[in-house]
């Protein structure tokens, strides 16, 4: 179940001011279906996800699988795009963090793949206090489209966030989840 | 692409004698040159690159050695004349190499390749050439065929270098008796107007570039080689000032792409109708009016001229691509030329000089006026100079 | 407003009847002088704002949520709040740095007198560009500089009244304020410089100004030990004519944190810098100071309680902070001393010469009695404080600003393991709220004594303003493009990552033939690397304003010279004339100067302010991730943007087609992004083709270096085949074909002048 309001995100940092506040995806599967019902998904992702383990693997191994999963166009931002060559997938845009919240605000934007305005981005990896300012940026100012902020450290400033979970095996499992229950659902 | 870096970013790069892995050339060895030759299109086997005697890898680590490149270059528009301007660039390819320094030219060359590059996989000449033929034929598209031999066998490098003196003997001959009178076509220069707007510089066999970087030569293969490029040539057309050497067409093309601010330009002359200066120029030759005469300053002269301004507040007067009369730029080979000034009387009409720049035009300052130049050290000011002048007698 | 009054008045503040050049069209200019030039960048440029707080908190309709479209009680919209914001935080920078040149030129006015000259040497002619070109008048006394400040104290009272409730209330209106705010920031960093290297003789016209030591292990703590900590060195020069005067120069120990650090050693390269404001806290928690001396800006404000915890004797000396202390300028020397000694107390002294008789005799005093809370924490006793920790609650973590892993590491520290802590030491920016969630209130910050690593280094000391000839010199291949660009790495030390990233920075950049100019604790940081043997990047490249050298200007104030010599390029080489003319110079940097600024640890307002001053001149600005909290940025719309501009040669309008400088105000995620952004805001329409196919070698080999393929936007800035670099031809060619490039014109006129309605016409750009 999707909780109304969210309460304190991992870093203080990011503690909202305000009155609108993401809904916490404490179900993969519910995180699943908000995906299911995008028509023009966006994923970004952040340095993070080249050099944060998840268990045995890397982050963005599964960010991967979940992108792949509904062919969910890449935005590979800072410097991630060596890294996904070397794990032999080209990025279908390389921005900075800035610049595709800059891009995404566009509504008469053609999106990444020219198909375009991206109706759900989400995001993983990047760092947590940048990417709180992009998603407030696109919480004010790009009514056109819904954020899903797949990030353990939670997101007040996104439509949609994980909720904390401070332990690995915690969010391993979430990805794990939802990375089962795409293969098992289908897009609407 | 390579084993190491390329890019014109590594020019500059010094490598200290404990750094290099081996070196070529240089003060520790005798023998040592480079020749670029034009040849026919059917007597260059492109992309050849050949290595006589040991290779890199093959010194033992601290070791210099005796080398001559000889490249061969084949192209429908290339002739004899633009060997010198194309032996230049492997000065400046070799340089862009991550880890290799390349000094001086023809048969004094000093190669060193650091023990970093080397580690990194730069141990043949192979791939330097396989570097140089890259570049050279990317840049210079009339290149159509390039082979590359890099000889270190002592004796071969003798051999050659030998043969290569009488081609560089020929080449000076040819370039120490060119005069402006000589030629139907002159050189011009547009590259600066992107900050000095109506600013238009004129090369000729006796006036190098105010910036000292261009020649008559280098812009006719400039040219050549870039037909669309900043430079063009320019058909002298009719003496129509003998004394301050103004030429009709010259002012005709100047007219036009100095967006009509220049109209009449003398190129010999600092005093009528001067040749504008861009800003980039070597040295600045100014008129005082105290002595009748000229100073000439060049920008590393640290400190005030004799007349309290130093290079920089000269320069202002100087700069801007209008015509200023009284101040010129110029390059420091200028002084060198048999035309240096002669409308305003050349080296006669000189007061005054910093002890370096006289030293480097020492060859050309006519032997009776050797003492009669005044510099920093002999004069601090106006007064004092003319002091001197009329000493000398020339006041 | 204008009137004829205020005119005549302008033209005798700047003696409009010197001859030097003609005034132009804006000397003094006020608030709406240079309203279009503002808008016409922002049509370019539009500001992105990221906003930090959703509510509005300013007056007592509120609090107002501002969430998506919702307005305030007063009608204003988040745009326009945050705006606002931007421009009250701009005007803090300014009011900061303007009160500072302003004590400084009091200071020595009553010193010397308002005649006394300004001289900055034989290598600077232009000794002012920024108060030239914004004013109009040529600085030739202390009077004039006290002209500087006054004209910015004028404008400032306007700027501040805009900010009210029921004022100003368009976003774009807030921007061009927040611009003249940092215009007026630029004349104060100017005067306040040009003042103290007048007044205190610091380094000008000499570029090889001597390396001095950096580095908290430097000082030699078993001599008495003064610090002085902040931006404003009026006292810390004091004390080192003090200790001259009394023979005790190199026999007591002083050494700075932040700017007064650079203006000291510029003042006595024997004084030392201890580090970055990052590092302050670290500092004075050790004890190693007898006595902290406090001055003005970035200075923390719990030092009177760090140094009553070491046992430190603690002085402070500028009324912005007096921290609730006594006031004790008017006393006899000899009775605060005692008082400072036996009662342990702790005073504000205003006047610099007492406070400097007063700080050295303390520390003498002090000095042989505090030998014991000079011991650094060994490993063990570290360890035993923080054996508590198990790591597992992570409340310091969730505190950390820089999102540090600091309870890994205090727990492996708690086992006697102090690799992780020696890692956060160097990220840590010391705010230390970690200790404050503590539930064990293990002493964070001073375990990290065992850990930190105390490495020593060199950094050259400041050396002022750029050399006209050097400007000279390097006028020419800039504008052409052949010296790929100018970088100045300015600002704060809110690193995102580790405090050596800005040395590497420099250093890639340095490498690839940039000239690289840094300042503040940006300076400082740079210092904080070496390479295989040893030598840190002062030691390794040459210090002059050059192709591949790099250099120190100074402190945050002296960061006005890179600007200036921005403008000198223009002034002096161009020989465009710059009195009271804003537009033309500020136009033909945006398209000709090939400069970018850099703030790779952002975190005061100064810092945004003076960034945001030098987007007004046209000088694109890089921020590191903490930048973003700044909360606007100015970013163009790349290649769906409008990037038509007026040749002025033929005085037509053309569509470039190119999106350079690609944005103005931009926050990168990490180094490896800012290398490639950096060498990107360097890019100007006027390159030659041979100059920009220079820039593009360095783009394409660092995005190859951290990217592992061509740019993805290589087609954007290729503009003719002549723009190819020879070294990647091939592949270029291949590329382009591959994305369907086509050619985009080459102008050697660039301008804005023409495209919006301005005084300046556009035959002022053809000089």
């Known amino acids: ?188 | 692409m390579y084993a190491v870096d390329v890019g014109p970013q590594y020019e500059g790069e010094r490598i200290r004698k404990t750094e290099f892995q081996v070196e070529f050339g240089g003060p520790e060895v005798s023998h040592k040159g480079e020749l670029v030759t034009v040849k026919g299109h059917d007597e260059v086997e492109h992309d050849k690159i050949t290595v006589t005697g040991p290779d890199i890898k093959d010194f033992a680590e601290g070791v210099s050695s005796a080398l001559f490149i000889k490249v061969e270059v084949a192209g429908e528009v290339l002739e004899k004349d633009l060997e010198a301007v194309l032996e230049r660039r492997i000065h400046q390819y070799i340089n862009y190499i991550e880890g290799v320094f390349h000094m001086a030219q023809r048969y004094d060359i000093w190669i060193r390749i650091h023990k970093n590059a080397f580690k990194k996989g730069l141990n043949s000449f192979e791939q330097v050439g396989r570097i140089l033929i890259d570049l050279f034929t990317a840049e210079l598209p009339v290149i159509e065929k390039m082979s590359i031999e890099f000889v270190t066998d002592p004796a071969k490098v003798q051999e050659l270098l030998a043969e290569a003196m009488k081609v560089y003997k020929e080449r000076d001959d040819k370039l120490k008796g060119l005069k402006d009178e000589d030629v139907d076509e002159f050189y011009a220069c547009v590259l600066c107007q992107s900050f000095a707007p109506t600013h238009v510089c004129v090369v000729t066999p006796e006036r190098i570039s105010l910036c000292g970087a261009i020649n008559w030569f280098d812009g006719r293969a400039a040219v050549k080689v870039d037909p669309e490029g900043a430079q063009f040539a320019v058909p002298k057309g009719n003496l129509i000032d003998p004394e301050n050497i103004s030429y009709d067409t010259i002012n005709q093309v100047v007219t036009e792409r100095s967006l009509g601010e220049t109209t009449h330009v003398s190129l010999h002359s600092a005093l009528t109708n001067p040749h504008t200066s861009c800003g980039c120029f070597e040295a600045i030759v100014f008129y005082i009016p105290e002595v009748d005469g000229f100073g000439v300053v060049s920008r590393d002269f640290v400190g005030v001229t004799v007349t309290g301004e130093p290079f920089s507040t000269l320069a202002g007067h100087a700069s801007g691509g209008k015509q200023n009369e009284g101040y010129v730029g110029i390059g420091v080979q200028y002084l060198k030329s048999p035309k240096f000034l002669i409308g305003d009387g050349g080296y006669n009409r000189v007061a005054w000089m910093p002890t370096s720049l006289k030293e480097s035009a020492a060859e050309n300052i006519p032997q009776e006026l050797m003492d009669k130049i005044a510099t920093e050290k002999d004069v601090s000011n106006v007064d004092e100079l003319t002091e001197f002048m009329q000493k000398a007698g020339r006041l | 407003m204008h009137s004829k009054i205020r005119d005549a008045e302008i033209r005798a503040l700047i003696r409009a009847d010197d001859p030097w050049e003609p005034v132009g069209p804006t000397p003094m200019p006020t608030l709406m002088d240079l309203r279009n030039w503002d808008l016409r960048l922002l049509s370019t440029y539009e500001p992105f704002y990221a906003p930090f707080c959703d509510l509005c908190c300013l007056c007592t309709y509120g609090k107002c949520d501002l969430t998506e479209d919702r307005k305030g009680a007063c009608g204003i919209d988040m745009a326009s709040q945050q705006a606002r914001w931007i421009l009250i935080c701009c005007l803090m920078g300014t009011a900061a740095h303007g009160a500072h040149g302003r004590h400084m030129i009091d200071y020595l006015i009553e010193k010397y007198g308002e005649d006394f000259p300004i001289n900055l040497g034989t290598q600077v002619n232009v000794e002012a560009p920024i108060i030239r070109t914004v004013l109009g008048v040529k600085v030739e006394t202390l009077r004039d500089l006290r002209t500087a400040i006054e004209y910015v104290e004028r404008e400032f009272i306007h700027l501040v009244s805009a900010t009210h409730t029921g004022q100003e209330g368009n976003y774009l209106d807030f921007e061009s304020k927040a611009f003249h705010a940092g215009m007026l920031d630029h004349v104060a960093l100017e005067a306040a410089d040009i003042a103290q290297i007048a007044g205190f003789g610091y380094p000008t016209s000499v570029a090889d100004t001597p390396l001095v030591d950096l580095g908290w292990g430097i000082m030699d703590s078993t001599k008495p030990t003064i610090v002085v900590v902040g931006h404003n060195a009026v006292t810390a020069n004091a004390i080192i004519d003090y200790l001259r005067e009394h023979d005790l120069y190199g026999k007591v120990e002083v050494g700075g944190i932040c700017c007064t650090s650079h203006d000291v050693t510029r003042y006595a390269s024997g004084a030392k810098v201890i580090g970055p404001l990052s590092q302050q806290r670290f500092f004075l928690k050790t004890g190693l100071a007898d006595v902290v001396v406090t001055d003005e800006q970035c200075v923390l404000l719990d030092i009177p309680q760090m140094a009553k915890e070491t046992g430190a004797a603690m002085i402070a000396c500028s009324d912005k902070i007096s921290y609730g202390l006594e006031n004790a300028s008017e006393r006899p020397a000899d009775e605060i001393v005692r008082e400072v000694l036996e009662e342990q107390k702790q005073f504000l002294i205003l006047d610099p010469q007492k406070a400097a008789e007063v700080v050295v005799r303390a520390a003498l005093e002090l000095a042989p009695k505090r030998s014991a809370q000079k011991q650094l924490l060994t490993e063990a006793e570290a360890a035993a404080l923080a054996a508590k920790c198990r790591g597992t609650c992570e409340l310091c973590n969730r505190t950390c600003n820089s999102l540090l892993p600091v309870a890994a590491a205090v727990h492996q520290a708690g086992q006697g393991n102090f690799t992780k802590l020696g890692e956060v030491f160097r990220r840590c920016h010391g705010c230390g709220r970690c200790e404050q969630e503590c539930i064990n209130q293990i002493p964070i910050l001073r375990l990290m004594q065992a850990a930190a690593a105390r490495d020593t280094f060199k950094m050259r000391s400041g050396r002022g303003p750029i050399h006209d000839v050097e400007i000279r010199k390097v006028g020419s291949p800039i504008v052409l493009g052949t010296i790929p660009g100018v970088v100045l790495f300015a600002g704060c030390s809110n690193f995102p990552q580790d405090i050596d990233d800005v040395a590497w920075l420099a250093e890639e950049l340095a490498r690839r033939k940039y000239i690289v100019n840094l300042s503040g604790c940006a300076a400082m940081a740079a210092a904080m690397k070496k390479d295989d043997e040893g030598r840190t990047i002062y030691e390794k490249y040459i210090p002059e304003f050059d192709a591949g050298c790099i250099v120190n200007v100074g402190s945050c104030v002296a960061n006005c010279h890179v600007v200036g010599a921005a403008i000198k390029i223009a002034n002096i080489f161009a020989t465009l004339p710059n009195r009271a003319n804003y537009e033309l110079i500020s136009d033909y940097i945006l398209n000709r100067v090939g400069a970018c600024g850099v703030v790779w640890g952002p975190y005061s307002q100064k810092a945004l302010c003076i960034g945001t001053g030098a987007v007004r001149w046209g000088i694109p600005i890089v921020l590191g991730p903490h930048g973003s909290k700044y909360r606007r940025l100015y970013m163009s719309k790349k290649e769906m943007g409008d990037w038509t501009v007026m040749d002025g040669r033929t005085k037509q309008l053309v569509d470039t087609g190119e999106p350079t400088p690609e944005h103005m105000m931009v926050v990168t995620e990490s180094k490896e992004r800012a290398l490639v952004t950096i060498i990107k805001q360097c890019f100007r329409r006027n390159d030659t083709p041979p100059g920009r196919a220079i820039k593009l070698n360095s783009y394409i080999s660092a995005y190859k270096q951290v990217m592992g393929t061509l740019p993805d936007d290589l087609q954007n800035f290729v503009r003719t085949d002549k723009d190819i670099p020879i070294v990647y031809k091939r592949e270029v060619v291949a590329y382009l074909k591959e994305v369907g490039w086509q050619p985009k014109p080459v102008l050697s006129l660039p301008t804005i002048i023409g495209t919006y309605e301005t005084k300046v016409p556009i035959e002022a750009t053809i000089k």
Do not use: Q
């Open chain 1, 1 to 188: 179940m999707a909780s109304e309001t969210m309460v304190m995100p991992y870093y203080k940092v990011n503690v909202l001011t305000g009155s609108k506040a993401a809904k916490v995806i404490d179900v993969p599967a519910d995180g699943v279906a908000i995906i299911n019902k995008a028509k023009n998904p966006l994923y970004v992702f952040g340095e993070e996800v080249i050099a944060t383990p998840v268990g045995d693997r890397l982050l963005i191994d599964f960010a991967l699988e979940i992108a792949k999963s509904r062919d969910i166009a890449i935005c590979a931002t800072a410097h991630v795009k060596k890294k996904m060559l070397e794990l032999g997938v080209k990025p279908d845009s390389v921005y900075d963090i800035i610049e595709i919240v800059h891009f995404l605000k566009m509504k008469e934007w053609s999106g990444v793949r020219g198909k375009g305005f991206h109706d759900l981005v989400l995001f993983t990896g990047v760092r947590c206090d940048l990417a709180e300012r992009g998603l407030a940026t696109l919480k004010h100012f790009a009514p056109h489209l819904k954020t899903f902020a797949i990030c353990r450290r939670s997101h007040p400033n996104a439509d949609f966030a994980v909720p904390v979970l401070v332990k690995v095996d915690k969010w391993r499992e979430y990805l794990e989840d939802m990375i089962r229950t795409l293969g098992a659902t289908k897009p609407a």
